[in-house]
């Protein structure tokens, strides 16, 4: 079935280094993505989002990728701190529904 | 600014006993509300949502049902917990402007549910 996910479970950076985080959806129709943040016990944080009519947007720190002839969303965040360190799921517009990625797991070294 | 609020934080109890979870969002009006469950290492699952008051959509057979009693309220329920419940509930609240399957949804900070 159609479904939204990861190239890797986990990553591991080095504090100041740049991180990026792939997703892979399959859904060609989805025209919607979000990528959250999650820390341990607590609910997932919206980070930002795209629309399917944009290549790239940029917030904070923080860029979203859209490559729609793969169906491939990054995220990259710069100059990672110790607070990135998250779970970081992407989530599809599949419709109607957000579909949720299993996450990756980044951890930042000091 | 909007705020969603879930509790409690984290609950235990026996098999076969019922099930009350809260979720009550602020500083909006008519919101989307969603109840989803997180396993360990797994992503979020979808379980219901309401795009209004006494209006639910169940999207997985369960031993759960939620109720929307008043706008900015959302109650996920159950009559007899299975060990199977067990999880970390999550509410999420979304605009209904555009649409809700184009506007982010904004999470609570869950319920750790363990059964006993």
């Known amino acids: 079935g159609e479904s939204v996910g990861l190239h890797l479970p986990t990553l591991s950076v080095q504090e100041g280094d740049n991180s990026i985080i792939n997703c892979a959806y399959s859904n060609s129709a989805s025209d919607y993505f979000i990528w959250y943040k999650q820390e341990s016990g607590k609910g997932p944080q919206f980070i930002i989002d795209i629309r399917s009519n944009m290549d790239k947007r940029q917030g904070q720190r923080v860029t979203v990728l859209l490559n729609k002839t793969v169906k491939h969303l990054s995220l990259q965040i710069a100059a990672t701190q110790p607070g990135d360190s998250a779970v970081y799921f992407c989530a599809e517009n599949n419709w109607g529904n957000l579909i949720f990625g299993k996450g990756t797991k980044l951890s930042v070294k000091p | 600014s909007q705020t969603i609020h879930q509790w409690p934080a984290t609950l235990v109890q026996p098999v076969g006993s019922p099930l009350s979870l809260e979720c009550t969002v602020e500083g909006t009006s008519n919101p989307n509300l969603y109840w989803y469950r997180q396993a360990a290492g797994r992503g979020l699952q979808l379980l219901f949502y309401?795009?209004?008051?006494?209006?639910i959509s169940s999207e997985v057979p369960q031993n759960l049902s939620a109720s929307r009693p008043q706008d900015r309220q959302f109650i996920l329920s159950s009559k007899k917990l299975l060990l199977s419940d067990s999880g970390f509930y999550l509410c999420a609240w979304s605009r209904t402007s555009g649409g809700y399957s184009n506007q982010p949804q904004h999470f609570g900070d869950g319920t750790r549910l363990s059964i006993l």
């Open positions: 309401s795009v209004g008051i006494g209006q």
